[in-house]
């Protein structure tokens, strides 16, 4: 039995490890899940150090109390205290400072421009920065997004220049928008190698998602040839990688890329694809095993996220119906009536979602469409 340190509380991985016989630590800086922490090992909830602080005396007394076999930094804010962690604990892998630059994006850009791989303009916002000269590098609409955050978080798409509040932003990135469509490249990576990539499309500003990116195959190939680029430059060891790129008119453009599971739900896309679980699979990943990924998917496989505008709720129908209809796996609705729905604020927000499998695309994108029949949800306007 091995022990894992699961660093940013995902109860998929805390499952994965006991499914596996082996045992987990958990720490988190949010409340800790009872039905998490109840079978760790040991759990610590105490905010996460800043990359310059030393660790405290808890946190020593937390790590050194186990001898800890892996550890996996499976949030956002976690990836480069996850990097600190084995480092102190005499892993050999990739350095915090290397860490770094999938966690900061104003690292990660400029490390990728430097080797001539397509991305989107960009500006660090500083004191000097002004919005005439913005706006002239840039064009409108510009977005606006902090540098350690991830899934849409904070991320803001302005046209109007009197909300660009640039002095609230000191440190934030501008970026060009860009218009096209989106896709994801997933890698399993161990010693440098990739073992096993997957490819999402997403449709209709996240609503949709389908696997694999399969409507225009040469241009998957190139996304998946300059995600191969990123993550060497990047310098991935070993874990699971999850990169973003824009499609474009002038061809594939890089957005950014994370050295953790993705969300959205891609995770459990994965599974209903291939039938393996991508979950363990990265547990074994990171516990230094030989593990051998199916060569073949079995399926498509595609999520319908469910979040309507904001507003209330006044009516919901077809919520039950939704489990008998052909290609559907599984369904989740959080919605009832006189619910007031905020703004949604991140592509990882939902009330709820739909997975579904099919032969090809064409197949999931028509299960899409007869649940946008199905599923009424009327909302009135506050």
């Given amino acids: 039995m091995k022990t894992v340190l699961i660093i940013g509380a995902r109860k998929p991985c805390c499952e994965a490890v006991l499914n596996l016989g082996h045992q987990y630590l958990l720490w988190d800086e949010r409340g800790l899940l009872p039905s998490l922490s109840k079978k760790a090992l040991a759990s610590l909830e105490i905010p996460f150090p800043k990359s310059n602080e030393s660790f405290s005396a808890e946190i020593l007394s ?15 804010a976690s990836v480069v205290l996850g990097a600190r962690v084995r480092e102190h604990l ?28 397509p991305i989107t303009d960009f500006v660090e ?16 609409p510009v977005v606006f997004k902090r ?15 009197k909300k660009f509040a640039l002095q609230k932003k000191q440190g934030w990135l501008a970026e060009r928008f860009i218009t096209g469509s989106e896709m994801s490249v997933e890698s399993f990576v161990q010693n440098g190698k990739i073992l096993f990539q997957h490819t999402t499309e997403y449709l209709g500003h996240y609503h949709h998602l389908i ?27 070993t874990g699971m990688t999850h990169a973003e790129f824009y499609l474009t008119e002038q061809g594939p453009v890089f957005g950014e890329v994370a050295i953790r599971p993705p969300g959205g739900f891609i995770m459990l896309l994965i599974e209903l694809e291939f039938g393996f679980k991508p979950w363990e699979m990265l547990v074994r990943l990171e516990l230094g095993e030989m593990v051998n990924f ?28 939704l489990s008998a209809l052909p290609g559907v796996e599984a369904v989740q609705v959080k919605l009832k009536v006189g619910e007031k729905i905020k703004k949604r604020e991140t592509a990882g927000e ?5 997975l579904v499998r099919g032969q090809n695309r064409d197949e999931i994108i028509q299960i899409f469409e007869t649940i946008r029949k199905t599923l009424v949800i009327e909302v009135e306007e506050d």
Avoid at 63 to 76: G, K, M, P, R, T
Avoid at 211 to 237: F, H, M
């Fill in 62 to 76: 937390f790590l050194d109390a186990q001898n800890i076999d892996a550890v996996l930094a499976v949030s956002e």
């Fill in 90 to 117: 005499g892993f050999k892998r990739a350095l915090p400072f290397t860490v770094e630059c999938f966690h900061n994006k104003l690292a990660m850009k400029q490390k990728v421009l430097e080797a001539d791989i």
């Fill in 125 to 140: 916002i500083n004191e000097n920065t002004n919005v005439k000269n913005l706006v002239q590098e840039l064009g409108l």
């Fill in 147 to 161: 540098k350690d955050l991830s899934g849409g978080k904070d991320l803001q798409v302005l046209s109007d220049v």
């Fill in 211 to 237: 696997a694999p990116a399969a409507q225009y195959p040469k241009v998957t190939e190139e996304v998946i040839a300059l995600n191969n680029k990123v993550l060497s430059i990047l310098g991935v060891d």
């Fill in 294 to 321: 199916p060569p073949k998917r079995k399926s498509y496989a595609g999520v319908h996220l469910i979040h309507p505008p904001a507003g209330t709720i006044t009516k919901l129908k077809g919520v039950k119906e």
């Fill in 350 to 354: 939902n009330k709820g979602r739909v």
